[in-house]
């Protein structure tokens, strides 16, 4: 199955600066990269996802990039705001019949 | 469009006892996923259902089981609770099967406590 590493646990950040998660996965076969937020008391909700045919994609304050070879892509939060605070999971997606395997989460926290 | 919802949010049960959780997924989705959501083991998948069948599972003992009506609402059981099924139970569904690279959208989930 897929082996999902996500770095580090625990960001803390000021209001203002940038923060990036990186997320590493084994199966090269792997297609899709979403990224979700998760706030407490609440589901994760998708914010970017990207596919491998592409290399960057952005989305106001949020962007992911994806290095294929190196098998890794990375959250980039810029300007973060208190609202930003959430735990972050990768979920890389093989496409198949794969096991959906989410990454361990990142606990951002953004003090004001 | 209403989002995912399970029901009921919290539920606290005795070990031993057995538990049906409910999950409505968005309207025209057939695929309804669930998940058990703990601080030591993170987000595990549990299984699939799509199109009333189960498609995928997860490596979770034979107590947890499901099913997916006609309508697309699932259930998941869990018999012979242990302490160690406390966790947040989530659910999310899709208009396809989770292996064809979309959004998964997820429920806010069950919260289960056993004693």
């Known amino acids: 199955g897929e082996n999902v590493e996500q770095h580090p646990s625990t960001l803390s950040v000021q209001e203002g600066d940038s923060a990036v998660i990186k997320c590493t996965y084994s199966?090269?076969?792997?297609?899709?990269f979403p990224w979700y937020k998760q706030e407490l008391g609440k589901g994760p909700q998708l914010i970017i996802d990207?596919?491998?045919?592409?290399g960057e994609k952005k989305d106001q304050r949020i962007a992911v990039t994806l290095n294929k070879t190196a098998k890794h892509f990375s959250l980039h939060i810029t300007e973060t705001q208190p609202e930003d605070s959430a735990v972050y999971f990768c979920?890389?997606?093989?496409?198949?019949?794969?096991?959906?395997?989410f990454g361990r989460g990142t606990s951002l926290i953004v003090h004001p | 469009k209403a989002g995912v919802t399970q029901t009921p949010r919290y539920l606290i049960k005795t070990r031993g006892q057995q538990v049906t959780l409910s999950c409505s997924p968005i309207s025209g989705h057939r695929s309804v996923s669930w998940y058990q959501q703990t601080p030591g083991q993170g987000l595990q998948f549990l299984f699939e259902y799509f199109s009333e069948t189960q498609r995928n599972k997860g490596n979770f003992p034979g107590r947890f089981s499901g099913r997916q009506f006609s309508n697309s609402r699932s259930e998941m059981n869990v018999s012979t609770l242990e302490l160690g099924d406390s966790a947040l139970y989530l659910c999310?569904?899709?208009?396809?099967?989770?292996?064809?690279?979309?959004?998964?959208?997820f429920g806010q989930g069950t919260r289960l406590t056993v004693v």
């Open positions: 990207i596919r491998s045919n592409v």
């Open positions: 199966d090269s076969a792997s297609n899709y």
């Open positions: 979920a890389p997606n093989a496409g198949g019949s794969y096991i959906p395997t």
């Open positions: 999310a569904s899709g208009p396809q099967r989770t292996g064809a690279n979309t959004e998964a959208f």
